[in-house]
């Protein structure tokens, strides 16, 4: 019996959510391919790198950061995505999150290698990245973060496979293949009350230790910035104010996942309308929010009025860096808000240009906290500028390629809609969100003596 | 324990650049030529910093020679992730060619710029090999690199002092730019030490430091001019 015929007489949930495991159309394989060779592309360039030396790049005196820092920055915003977003609707009982926590939680894990990468790929001497553990600095930032982001990647990962285990004990059951893989994950699962009741507790436990890792994750990369004296990099707010801008992007790449998702494995009645307005709402408060540190940090740097900090300021806002920096504006605030305050515009079609526009826009932001600081030294500098070679270019993309390749494999092998959780929806959801609603009723008072 | 430091006079400084062809042949500085200098990626340890100033006729050039600052809280050491910059108990703040591995962090956070890294593999012309300073490691590529105070300088001179069995002599270790410098405009010596000249030319009412608001306490110190 072949995996499919396995498949069809199962429910509904099981028949749909099962069906890309078993299934792949010949447009899959031809994505793949073009990801893989994109990703075999940049292999070559960084190759390339190794060899001769961070020459082939466009950076210089002073600009020492630029794509691969920018892109650090970015990628570990976008897993913010998951584990966060995840956790948050899980703690505080969100029942619509039940469709799409799995595929938060799984960019979260996948995008996260490709984030931590990247200041590898930065570094002029990669033969000695063991020093880092061998002879570790505990006073610099940049060991602070490679604590943080290993202890956010152990714990993203443990917080996506064990709420998995149920399904994973399922598909070992019904005898898909590889059977193997199956078999070892589900590490001897037997689904019982006892082991629901033991599962549910440790989600919780997890959901509620991630939150604060998370946080610290992106804090930690902008005390990367902040800790220096450079003009607009030495600033307080920088912490939250990358981690608001890190659940922002995260956000937009979840939406934006879940509308690939919900056409090319035919998820209409799971992603539904009420998940897209719902994350289209989340989206329109980041967006007020982030614009709001934005608009504290730009307002502080321009009144402080030191000359160090108005030259950098002066260049992103009407000097060489206006285009970039005005665009960044019109991705993360005018279009997403304009689109998301309307109930009209919050459909899949809406939500998915609002999300693209941010995750456009994030990367701009990175880009001009980024470059324009590097290039405006507090001591003159024969005037320089910044452009990404070949090189650097080849690596992004195989950046964006490489994850999006593995996330689309993951989907092959793993359900990106967690079956259990939709079950215990239908099962039990219904019946305790009324009561909890009675819960919040009004006690009824007895009148004394009657 | 000496804390080493410098005093330079911008009175004096008559712009020669004397001290930075000094410093590259002292300390093996590879050329990095014309390309390199398009992309702004030479490597230079002691860099005479231009400024012209007023319109024609009335045009006035100003020369700032500007070596590593060795801040006495140097905000390059505290950033490094493996300690391959690190300040020691005389004040030098070093680098380890050998232990960097190439994050740019500290030239990042160096407020004076000052450190140069190698974009790409140095490149000695043949000629130049037989002079090149053995007392000094050629870099690799994909480390940072900057001013020393010509630290070697001070190994050898301690180790003549103790082979002939004295103290070490305030002329017995000086920089190549300072020693080099046609005008004198560069002093060097032990800012502890009264009987140094750069103690008694730190007091002088024209000494100030750059960005001396940041809090680094550099260790190079200006004389402003007086005209």
């Known amino acids: 019996m072949s995996d499919v015929d396995r498949l069809a007489g199962l429910p509904q949930d099981q028949r749909i959510l099962l069906a890309p495991l078993v299934r792949t159309t010949k447009w899959f394989w031809i994505w793949a391919a073009v990801l893989a060779a994109v990703t075999a592309w940049g292999a070559f ?17 002073p600009e020492y950061w630029g794509i691969y820092i920018i892109c650090f920055v970015f990628f570990i915003g976008i897993s913010h995505a998951g584990t966060l977003i995840s956790a948050i609707l899980r703690i505080s009982n969100a029942e619509w999150r039940r469709a799409i926590t799995r595929s938060a939680e799984f960019i979260t894990v996948l995008v996260i290698a490709f984030g931590a990468v990247q200041p590898v790929l930065d570094l002029g001497r990669p033969d000695r990245l063991l020093f880092i553990i061998l002879h570790g600095q505990p006073w610099s930032p940049l060991l602070w973060d490679v604590c943080s982001i290993g202890l956010y990647f152990t714990a ?6 064990v709420p998995m285990i149920p399904d994973l004990a399922l598909i070992r059951d019904l005898g898909i293949r590889p059977r193997w893989l199956y078999w070892f994950l589900a590490i001897g699962y037997q689904d ?48 939250p104010y990358f981690v608001v801008g890190a659940i922002y992007s995260g956000i937009a790449a979840l939406i934006l996942a879940m509308a690939i998702l919900r056409r090319v494995y035919r998820l209409e009645a799971y992603f539904k309308l009420v998940h897209f307005n719902n994350m289209g709402l989340m989206l329109l408060l980041m ?29 992103k806002l009407t000097g060489p860096f206006a285009v970039p920096f005005w665009l960044m504006v019109a991705s993360c605030f005018v279009i997403p808000f304009a689109l998301m305050c309307r109930k009209a ?16 826009g994030m990367w701009l932001e990175r880009y001009t906290i980024v470059v324009p600081t590097s290039l405006h030294p507090r001591i003159e500098m024969a005037s320089t500028h910044y452009v990404p070679s070949w090189v650097e270019l080849s690596i992004m993309a195989a950046t964006f390629s490489g994850f999006i390749l593995v996330y689309m494999v993951a989907t092959k092998f793993f359900p990106i809609i967690s079956l259990w959780e939709i079950q215990e929806g239908r099962e039990e959801a219904v019946r305790e969100v009324s009561e909890r609603v009675a819960s919040y009723l009004p006690d009824e008072v007895r009148v004394a003596g009657s | 324990m000496p804390r080493w430091g410098m005093v330079i006079d911008l009175d004096r400084c008559n712009g020669c650049q004397a001290c930075e062809v000094a410093c590259r042949s002292e300390n093996n500085v590879p050329v990095c030529g014309p390309n390199a200098a398009a992309l702004n990626r030479t490597i230079s340890w002691m860099r005479v910093v231009t400024e012209v100033e007023g319109e024609w006729p009335e045009v006035r050039t100003r020369f700032l020679p500007r070596p590593c600052m060795h801040c006495e809280r140097p905000p390059c050491t505290a950033v490094c992730p493996v300690g391959a910059t690190a300040i020691d108990e005389e004040g030098i703040v070093g680098q380890i060619y050998a232990r960097c591995i190439g994050c740019r ?68 270790y000086v920089p190549a730019c300072a020693e080099v410098c046609p005008t004198s405009a560069i002093v060097f010596g032990d800012l502890d030490n009264p009987n140094h000249r750069v103690a008694q030319l730190v007091k002088d009412p024209r000494a100030f430091r750059l960005l001396e608001a940041l809090g680094t306490q550099p260790k190079v110190y200006y004389l402003t001019e007086s005209r």
């Open chain 1, 345 to 360: 515009t919050r459909g899949v079609r809406g939500t998915s240009i609002a999300s693209v526009f941010v995750v456009f």
């Open chain 1, 45 to 61: 360039a960084y190759a390339l790198q190794v060899q001769s030396g961070l020459g082939v790049t466009g950076l210089n005196t």
């Open chain 1, 192 to 239: 019982s009350p006892r082991t629901r009741r033991m599962l549910q507790r440790i989600i919780a436990v997890l959901a509620v230790a991630v939150i604060p890792i998370a946080v610290s994750v992106h804090t930690v990369i902008a005390w990367i910035f902040a800790m220096t004296l450079r003009p607009m990099w030495h600033s307080t707010i920088f912490g």
């Open chain 2, 105 to 172: 962090y500290c030239a990042n956070a160096c407020p004076y710029t000052v450190k140069s890294f190698n974009w790409r593999r140095p490149d000695y012309p043949a000629s130049t090999l037989p002079m090149l300073n053995p007392d000094v490691s050629t870099r690799p590529v994909g480390v940072i690199e900057k001013c020393t105070f010509c630290h070697h300088r001070l190994q050898r001179a301690r180790e003549q002092a103790r082979v002939e069995n004295r103290p070490l002599r305030e002329d017995d």
């Open chain 1, 156 to 161: 993203s990962s443990v917080y996506l496979y």
């Open chain 1, 287 to 315: 967006s007020l929010l982030w614009t709001y540190f934005t608009f504290a940090e730009y307002l502080t740097a321009w009144y402080g009025g030191e000359e160090a900090e108005l030259a950098t300021f002066w260049s």
